[in-house]
């Protein structure tokens, strides 16, 4: 990051300490009532364990299939309240965490999966329109920018495209970027939360039941060509023809996906709307989001209202895979990224931060989703999305629906799909490597060179991204 400091360091703490703890996008009047938990036995053609983005999107896409369907989706809290309503509103279209992960991984068959990733965005953004779902959808694009003076080359300043630094401060303007490229369409700004709430409304308005306030406790097969039970923490026992597994980080039923997968918590804090003055000495015409390019890099974006949200940096693993409340607010990371935010934006130092909040996120050892069956192929199950999740997980939906359909398709063979990451090791082991590795990530970033040990994770396929 640069060295001006507009805002003396305890100053910024304090700003971040002042903020609301809540969700920005979350508190707001017009969020839905809670709906109803499921109480009785129920029988279904398709239930959704989660009520995400990746399992609204399994329900709205499997009743646009097959029309009639019956379709229940259960929620073991509220719709947009865990990381579908917690992120920076990202769309993007990378399916795999973006080219240089997906050329490594797939290379043979990394254009189709470009071409699939654009279309699965188009097909959201028209999923959108179609429905009348007011989210804030704008297909502004994405700035990637450099701020150090290593991280030029990682723009490719050789190909077309490129921008200076005269010609990103121009997008957007702040002292400490020294260059920059835009996808111009490879990505969406969106409000998270609207969008889900949305996708609720629209899975309903098609004859889908969503339900919240339910947890699936047990999940058990009845036997070949029999029905999936599945057995709800109040007892009400959900029998379906198939079942989709859309639990994001959180402790699901089957051990095949919870051991590939960790929580890290990502963080964020939202600034007070901005004046007219203060936009005007930012510029952001475009409103495109913004990222950094180090290994521990920041996202940003404006809303709506004109605050500029302000995340990432700082990923927390918690040792034993921990999930808790008490893990969403996190001064210390809150503190880092109000400095940050000073150090990249001086020209907004009369600017201080009305919310932060913090959310979990899935990640596995490839850094995008995995997918596969269970229970002789009546179950499906996507986790893994590492935080780009809002785009990819309509995609995943799709690849749910042709797994249980037990078809092939362009989509199952795919060796993306096919393919399973390595599972993480047992504690303590997973906890020192992830602790480890974000070290070497943040001397990385300082040095522009990767140590031993970030030279073995990449033979390995393994590592650890913000």
Known sequence: MGSARAVSPSDAHARADAAAPRVLWLDTPDRPAPRPAVTTATDVDLLVVGGGFTGLWTALCALEREPGRSVLVVERDRIAEQATGRNGGFCEASLTHGEDNGRERWPDEYDELERLGLENLDAIESAVQRYGIDCDLRRTGQLSVATRAHEVAWLAPDEDGFL????????????????????????????????????????????????????????????????????????????????????????????????????????????????????????????????????????????????????????????????????????????????????????LAGVGFSHRWGGVIDTCTRFCAFFGTAKRGRVAYAAGFTGLGVGASRFAAEVMLDLLSGEETPRTRLAMVREKPLPFPPEPLAWTGIQLTRWASARADATGRRNLWLRTLDRLGLGFDS
């Open 164 to 347: 200076d630094a005269d010609a990103v401060r121009a997008l957007v303007d702040s002292p400490t970027y020294l260059a920059g490229r835009l996808d111009a369409e490879g990505c969406a700004m969106v409000d998270p939360a609207r969008l889900a709430w949305g996708l609720a409304a629209a899975v309903e308005s098609l004859g889908g039941v969503v339900a919240e306030g339910t947890s699936v406790s047990r999940l058990r097969g009845r036997g070949p060509g029999g029905a999936v039970e599945a057995t709800t923490a109040s007892g009400a026992t959900i029998r379906a023809r198939h079942v989709a597994m859309a639990t994001n980080a959180f402790p699901g039923l089957l051990r095949r996906v919870s051991t590939r997968v960790v929580p890290v918590y990502d963080h964020v804090l939202a600034t007070e709307p901005l004046t007219a003055d203060q936009l005007a000495a930012v510029g952001w015409d475009s409103r495109c989001g913004v990222a950094d390019s180090g290994n521990l890099f920041h996202y940003y974006r404006l809303t709506a209202d004109d605050r500029i949200l302000w995340g990432g940096y700082d990923a927390v693993y918690h040792f034993g895979k921990g999930i808790a409340p008490g893990h969403e607010q996190r001064p210390a990371t809150h503190r880092v990224l109000a400095e940050h935010f000073y150090e990249t934006f001086p020209q």
